[in-house]
């Protein structure tokens, strides 16, 4: 026995049978035309501002001061932090999801800026970490190093860096065969630490944050 055929019709080369999602979103926007959005444009729309309330956990206090976000919202917010439990999570980001959709276009904007600031700071806070790594080991392995860097930063204490530099080469610890084989890294000595923080803070301007430097300073 034949199976019948269903019904529906091609767009751009794709079979849309009558009475699919597909097949009364089409009619939906034949019938409105460009009087709203699409469901396609307000699921997406609902997708990204959903995203955006989850970056909003992330946002540092400063800028999350910045907002004048809603109570409901911003009391949101600060329970979504709190929750562990995996469902309870889940449920409380759809209620964030709801209150961002209640957002002014001028506060999903400032949304975006405010995230986009604290990325930009992100990625700028670990290029100068990387820039101060480099600056350590070449101190420690290059003798020529320490006369590059004094020239660049006449600020420095050069008494304190060479210390440093010194006790940083007594203290190296060899690396054997068998640590790189097991991926074990050396713990550094106390020296490696403190001329990391003393190249961080001079490259910062003489502010130093601990709490992002590498784990092996630990």
């Given amino acids: 026995m034949s199976r019948k055929p269903t019904k529906g019709y091609f767009v751009r080369g794709q079979f849309v049978a009558e009475g699919s999602e597909l097949d009364l979103e089409f009619k939906r926007e034949l019938k409105f035309g460009l009087e709203g959005p699409s ?103 290059d003798d020529a190093a320490a006369g590059e860097w004094i020239a660049q930063y006449p600020q420095t204490d050069i008494q304190q860096l060479r210390a440093l530099v010194r006790q940083a080469r007594k203290d190296a610890v060899p690396v054997t065969n068998a640590a790189v084989s097991q991926g074990l890294a050396p713990r550094q000595s106390r020296a490696y630490r403190e001329l990391f923080k003393l190249v961080r803070s001079i490259l910062s301007g003489g502010q130093s944050d601990e709490s992002t430097e590498e784990a092996d300073h630990e």
């Fill in 39 to 141: 469901r396609t444009e307000l699921k997406r729309e609902s997708t990204e501002l959903q995203e955006l309330g989850v970056q909003l956990l992330t946002l540092r206090r400063d800028l999350m001061a910045g907002l004048k976000l809603p109570d409901k919202l911003a009391d949101g917010l600060v329970e979504a932090n709190r929750i562990t439990n995996f469902e309870g999570k889940r449920r409380q980001m759809q209620f964030i999801g709801k209150q961002m959709r209640l957002l002014s276009p001028e506060t999903l904007q400032a949304v975006r800026d405010a995230l986009e600031i604290q990325r930009l700071g992100s990625a700028k806070d670990t290029q100068s970490l990387h820039l101060a790594e480099a600056w350590r080991d070449r101190l420690i392995a």
